[in-house]
């Protein structure tokens, strides 16, 4: 009964999401958040924002709406006698309550932030940034969503707001092109929610099922060619809701060798980390600002190789989908398995780097060398 009700909200999210999209995109257009085809952006014309507001409404409103409604019809007797297990489920809504409270307060303050971001442009200071998912992060902190590897509360706390801010940035980096921070943030909410329907984590799960189900709407009208942008409106939400999401579930389970199980949202997630170190490291090798946008990222390399936009996406969401799968099964290897899937994580994405250098060195080479003018004589003829 329990995968067909998450189904259910898959389904509803994903509904929702198609009838949104396209009023989110009006939405853009008579307020003027458009995307200009310029410098280092890729489109070809300009594009709508605010698809991440799709996303959001999507995703609130069915929550929203399920939890009023199961309060509504908790005491009758239909109710119960179809959905048996909910009351106890419910009992533990209510318990971490004051957590979801938080992640829902966290995200809906990331959409207005990447709402006024949208409309702002490059006029918005990143340092305004930082401080509002700083303080949103802490919200979660303060609610008690934090990780608990660490020795110490204090350490948690800190480990929690780096999590929480990077993986939120991250996403925000690898908005960068049509399709891609949607369908990384797709399959990373499958992956989770595999784990938590596993360890019977209903709220995760739902809550995991509600963004998919919206992100795969979105995805609609935002695969290549895209006719809306998420805008920092979505990947900001997107980026938020997954970190803490991700650190609200549990990964070690009885028969788990060690705690390496503890470390799957990295894996799952590590799709933008790379991206953005990856990224971070060119612009300092290259002594330029960090916050300088360029055509260095990942999906990017991979365009400049030979590749098509879609067939870099597509090729992406491949990277993310055999690592997420692998990190998946985690939980339930021995230890040599659980080893075997870091070291696979790692060869990976050192793959992909020595790859993608040796072609762009081959390309450099196939290349011909500017003709030189020849200098001006010395001497009149």
Not at 171 to 197: E, K, P, W
Not at 360 to 381: C, F, G, I, K, Y
Request: net charge positive; with cysteine.
């Amino acid at each position: 009964m329990r995968y067909f009700i998450y189904l259910y909200l898959f389904l509803f999210a994903f509904l929702l999401a198609l009838m949104f999209v396209p009023l989110a995109r009006r939405l853009a257009i008579r307020l003027g958040v458009i995307d200009q085809p310029q410098g280092r952006k890729a489109h070809g014309q300009p594009t709508p924002l605010l698809g991440g507001l799709a996303i959001y409404s999507a995703f609130m409103l069915t929550l929203v709406l399920h939890v009023a409604g199961y309060f509504s019809f908790q005491q009758a007797g239909w109710f119960a006698q179809a959905f048996p297990f909910l009351p106890g489920e419910i009992g533990r809504l209510v318990h971490t309550l004051p957590k979801l409270l938080a992640i829902s307060a966290g995200a809906t303050l990331m959409v207005v932030l990447g709402f006024v971001d949208d409309r702002r442009g490059l006029n918005f200071s990143y340092k305004i940034k930082f401080a509002i998912q700083i303080l949103a992060a802490g919200l979660l902190v303060a609610a008690g969503v934090r990780t608990d590897l660490m020795p110490s509360p204090f350490l948690n706390a800190l480990v929690t707001m780096v999590w929480v801010v990077g993986i939120t940035n991250a996403f925000n980096l690898l908005d960068n092109m049509d399709g891609l921070s949607a369908g990384v943030a797709l399959i990373a909410a499958a992956m989770l929610l595999v784990i938590t329907i596993a360890q019977d984590q209903f709220f995760s799960a739902m809550a995991l099922c509600l963004l998919a189900g919206a992100l795969l709407g979105f995805l609609r009208y935002n695969f290549p060619p895209a006719r809306i942008f998420m805008g920092d409106t979505g990947s900001l939400f997107i980026g938020f809701l997954l970190a803490a999401l991700s650190i609200t579930s549990s990964y070690v389970v009885p028969q788990s060798a060690s705690m390496i199980p503890a470390l799957m949202p990295l894996l799952v997630l590590s799709l933008p980390i790379f991206d953005t170190l990856s990224v971070i490291i060119i612009r300092l090798r290259e002594r330029r600002p960090i916050f300088q946008g360029d055509r260095r990222h990942f999906s990017h390399r991979l365009v400049d190789l030979g590749m098509t936009a879609r067939g870099a996406v597509v090729f992406i969401y491949l990277v993310a989908a055999t690592i997420g799968i692998v990190a998946a099964l985690l939980p339930y290897l021995p230890l040599w398995g659980e080893i075997l899937v870091l070291l696979h994580t790692v060869l990976v994405y050192v793959m992909i780097t020595v790859l993608v250098h040796i072609a762009r060195r081959r390309r450099q080479a196939a290349e011909p060398a500017p003709r030189r003018q020849p200098l001006p004589s010395a001497e009149p003829e």
